[in-house]
T-cell receptor
Framework: GAGVSQSPSNKVTEKGKDVELRCDPI?????LYWYRQRLGQGLEFLIY????????KSGLPSDRFSAERTGESVSTLTIQRTQQEDSAVYLC???????????????FGPGTRLTVL | AQTVTQSQPEMSVQEAETVTLSCTYD???????LFWYKQPPSRQMILVIR??????QNATENRFSVNFQKAAKSFSLKISDSQLGDAAMYFC?????????FGQGTELSVKP
């Protein structure tokens, strides 16, 4: 079946603009995760959804970052008033379930490369 | 807080040879899960292998195997018969309540 998809693949924006990044998880996966990967670094957790609710938002770096998920499917990560330090690859992953302690494998999308000029 | 450390920023291996990538982690939990992911230049994170801490047997997936030392909190990845397609960034990760905590990665190059 289809894997996790993300759009756009690349996004270039000017400092101060808002951006929206989209993630379409694997059909039937109830858990959805957003990660950020700065150049040459590992992945940093941002937020986790179980269904449409977000029990763990601990990784969001500031109140400029927000995310929502609708219909237990697509998720949107919004960054307001973008800054140059927001430049990174934003990766989305989904898994079959995401209850605390779940060990279902997370399947990743190809990511969105965000460049803030 | 749990942390994951990969002390080798870069590694190189000759095609058909064996290479071992190191990973250590810190946790106070007794039951947990560990993963190795591969990230080629395409950016796609691909699961290589996973290990459940309560299982004493080291996980194996074809040419990939792990050496899991629970007491030492070490989780190394061994790649046998290395192939050109194995060239990529490799990330070790610890599962914490569903979310993954990643190491900084090891860039593996394979020489023909």
């Amino acid at each position: 079946g289809a894997g996790v998809s993300q759009s756009p693949s690349n996004k270039v924006t000017e400092k101060g603009k808002d951006v929206e990044l989209r993630c379409d998880p694997i059909s039937g996966h109830t858990a959805l995760y957003w990660y950020r990967q700065r150049l040459g670094q590992g992945l940093e957790f941002l937020i986790y959804f179980q269904g449409n609710s977000a029990p763990d938002k601990s990784g969001l770096p500031s109140d400029r970052f927000s995310a929502e998920r609708t219909g237990e499917s697509v998720s949107t990560l919004t960054i307001q008033r973008t800054q140059q330090e927001d430049s990174a690859v934003y990766l989305c992953a989904s898994s079959l379930s995401g209850s605390s302690g779940s060990v279902d494998t997370q399947y990743f999308g190809p990511g969105t490369r965000l460049t803030v000029l | 807080a749990q942390t994951v450390t990969q002390s080798q920023p870069e590694m190189s291996v000759q095609e058909a040879e064996t290479v071992t990538l190191s990973c250590t982690y810190d946790t106070s939990e007794s039951d947990y899960y560990l993963f190795w992911y591969k990230q080629p230049p395409s950016r796609q994170m691909i699961l290589v292998i996973r290990q459940e801490a309560y299982k004493q047997q080291n996980a194996t997936e074809n040419r990939f195997s792990v050496n899991f030392q629970k007491a030492a909190k070490s989780f190394s990845l061994k790649i046998s018969d290395s192939q050109l397609g194995d060239a990529a960034m490799y990330f070790c990760a610890y599962n914490q309540g569903g979310k993954l905590i990643f190491g900084q990665g090891t860039e593996l190059s394979v020489k023909p």
